[in-house]
């Protein structure tokens, strides 16, 4: 149980480009999902999060005009990266939490989604 | 804000020995600690996940220990084998976040 989708798994966009990433939490409801960068050698950095029905809340440093996030159901959320350029060019990883018995705090991630931005 | 610390950057040891790894965090109001593994160019797989009431947890050859007053968690892997070869990342759960550490790149030599 408790499993995380992301689609695409990885994807190549010309520089000026936005490119969709959906992340799905295949047999739980997720009330919240996170979406994470991780760049070479780095460590995971939180980018927002997201609940369900309501607008995300950003981190400092993070533009929410260009990572356009929607989580319209309990088991989808989208991060739109807007008018990609060759620094955005990252490892996109999301997670969702839900109201898993014994498990409420508890984030699952995706497998990951590697842009390339040209 | 907290801060999670995991040294050195990178390991190396020969097959079968046991090994500890460290982690360190800045605020000790955490709910959980969690410990990942990543494969180069992969996503992550939870290993270990510590409530904060708890001091451990095990699975197979692995045990991570909490000690929130000290800040400190700690993942021991026992027997060491190549396969075991990655990047182990601790993050700090508060304040409905995840804080990671950079990890440490564990290389296992046969």
């Known amino acids: 149980g408790a499993v995380v989708s992301q689609h695409p798994s990885w994807v190549i966009c010309k520089s000026g480009t936005s490119v969709k990433i959906e992340c799905r939490s295949l047999?739980?409801?997720?009330?919240?999902m996170f979406w994470y960068r991780q760049f070479p050698k780095q460590s995971l950095m939180l980018m927002a999060t997201s609940n369900e029905g309501s607008k995300a809340t950003y981190e400092q440093g993070v533009e929410k005009d260009k990572f356009l996030i929607n989580h319209a159901s309990l088991t989808l959320s989208t991060l739109t990266v807007t008018s990609a350029h060759p620094e955005d060019s990252s490892f996109y990883i999301c997670?969702?939490?839900?109201?898993?018995?014994?498990?409420?705090?508890?984030?699952?991630f995706g497998p990951g989604t590697r842009l390339t931005v040209l | 804000k907290q801060e999670v610390t995991q040294i050195p950057a990178a390991l190396s040891v020969p097959e079968g020995e046991n090994l500890v790894l460290n982690c360190s965090f800045t605020?000790?109001?955490?709910?959980?600690l969690q410990w990942f593994r990543q494969d180069p160019g992969k996503g992550l797989t939870s290993l270990l996940l510590?409530?904060?009431?708890?001091r451990e947890q095990t699975s197979g050859r692995l045990n991570a220990s909490l000690d929130k007053s000290s800040g400190r968690s700690t993942l021991y892997i026992a027997a060491s084998q190549p396969g075991d070869s990655a990047t182990y990342l601790c993050?700090?759960?508060?304040?409905?976040?995840?804080?990671f550490g950079k990890g440490i790149t564990l290389s296992v030599r046969p």
């Open positions: 997670s969702a939490r839900g109201g898993l018995a014994g498990r409420i705090n508890e984030q699952f």
């Open positions: 510590i409530q904060s009431s708890q």
């Open positions: 047999d739980f409801q997720a009330t919240t």
């Open positions: 993050a700090a759960g508060a304040n409905s976040k995840l804080t």
């Open positions: 605020d000790s109001a955490i709910y959980n």
